[in-house]
């Protein structure tokens, strides 16, 4: 059984940071594009950022230059730092894998976490 288990969020003040992790289990990613949405109270879930399989990165703009993806294949793990923090920022964080990464970009992933909930307090 395939599963993406999200951890690492929290309550944290503005500029502060939090590192977010989603462990994959049940089968290899390493040749899968992996990303995270979020979605706030009463929006509807946004792209936030994506690797592919090479390393390559890709981020929304209002995350650009503050939120940095990263992926460790040998523990299946994708990763999210996210820093300089804002309250617009407080959004439930999702994981999701897809084998092609226009498919994730889109929201269209195959597989998705249960969200980590970030809070940040002004």
């Known amino acids: 059984q395939v599963q993406l288990v999200e951890s690492g969020g929290g309550l944290v003040q503005a500029g502060g940071s939090l590192r977010l992790s989603c462990a994959a289990s049940?089968?290899?990613?390493?040749?899968?594009?992996m990303g995270w949405f979020r979605q706030a109270p009463g929006k509807e879930r946004e792209f936030v950022a994506a690797?592919?399989?090479?390393?390559?990165?890709y981020y929304a703009d209002s995350v650009k230059g503050r939120f940095t993806i990263s992926r460790d294949n040998a523990k299946n793990t994708a990763y999210l730092q996210v820093n300089s923090l804002k309250p617009e920022d407080t959004a439930v964080y999702y994981c999701?894998?897809?084998?092609?990464?226009?498919?994730?970009?889109?929201?269209?992933?195959?597989?998705w976490g249960q969200g980590t909930q970030v809070t940040v307090s002004s």
């Open positions: 999701a894998a897809a084998r092609f990464l226009q498919l994730l970009k889109r929201g269209l992933s195959e597989y």
């Open positions: 049940g089968r290899a990613f390493s040749n899968d594009a």
């Open positions: 690797i592919d399989w090479s390393d390559n990165a």
